[in-house]
């Protein structure tokens, strides 16, 4: 069983350049979250999904755009990086409402 | 809005030492805590859970108590292993409308256990 799985694990990027992180779920959970890591800053969610075909902005959702065609995928878009996006960038789903997130084991992001 | 406060580290600990990872909470309503961790190059983890007042989560040996009167939710543990060796992440989940619920965490604490 895969639980959550984020490719690609690691990327470098050029500024401008333009990405998409994958996650995929096999757990048929409805929500889906994207959360970047930083130094010292905890996690911060930048956009979500409470099911197929829907997203809604998180804390920190500018230069970031999300899909959510199926329900066991959800995708994030960079459109033109920038090195403040450098991070490690984290996916996690869950069943149901306030219930404990599945977590993916990160894509490690660099732009230069 | 909501947030977490957690003790700020690095902490390092003798093996065998007692631990205790102070963890407060501001939020609406009656908040689900959790506390996760995180090992090195991996995603985070769910640790323990507690969902109501005076419910006490525990796992491997790693308990907290979720006291609404103090709003916090400490993490302890009474013999630390070098296998703890961590970052640990308090965080609550509450209601962020559209019939969604939020996870806001805390910013970590890294744990080092020594031998």
């Known amino acids: 069983n895969a639980g959550v799985t984020q490719t690609p694990k690691f990327r470098v990027l050029k500024t401008g350049q333009s990405m998409t992180l994958l996650c995929a779920q096999d757990?048929?959970?409805?929500?889906m979250y994207w959360y970047r890591q930083d130094p010292g800053m905890g996690l911060r969610l930048i956009h979500y999904?409470?099911?197929?075909?829907?997203?809604a902005k998180g804390e920190v959702p500018d230069g970031y755009n999300v899909s959510r065609l199926k329900k066991q995928n959800f995708l994030l878009g960079l459109e033109s990086a920038a090195p403040s996006q450098t991070s490690v960038y984290f996916c996690?789903?869950?069943?149901?409402?306030?219930?404990?997130?599945?977590f993916g084991d990160g894509t490690r992001l660099s732009i230069l | 809005g909501d947030s977490v406060t957690q003790m700020e580290g690095p902490v390092t600990l003798s093996e065998e030492a007692f631990l205790t990872i102070n963890c407060t909470y501001t939020?609406?309503?009656?908040?689900?805590l959790f506390w996760y961790v995180q090992y090195p190059g991996e995603g985070l983890q769910l640790l323990l859970k507690?969902?109501?007042?005076?419910d006490k989560g525990s796992n491997k040996g790693f308990e907290a108590t979720y006291r609404k009167e103090t709003t916090s939710f400490h993490l302890e543990k009474g013999s630390v292993q070098v296998s703890d060796s961590a970052v640990y992440f308090c965080?609550?989940?509450?209601?962020?409308?559209?019939?969604?619920?939020?996870?806001?965490f805390g910013k970590g604490t890294k744990l080092s256990v020594i031998p």
């Open positions: 996690a789903s869950t069943r149901t409402v306030n219930q404990p997130q599945h």
């Open positions: 757990m048929n959970h409805e929500y």
């Open positions: 999904s409470v099911g197929e075909g829907t997203t």
């Open positions: 939020a609406t309503g009656y908040p689900s």
């Open positions: 507690a969902t109501k007042a005076d």
């Open positions: 965080a609550l989940s509450g209601y962020s409308g559209a019939g969604s619920y939020q996870l806001t």
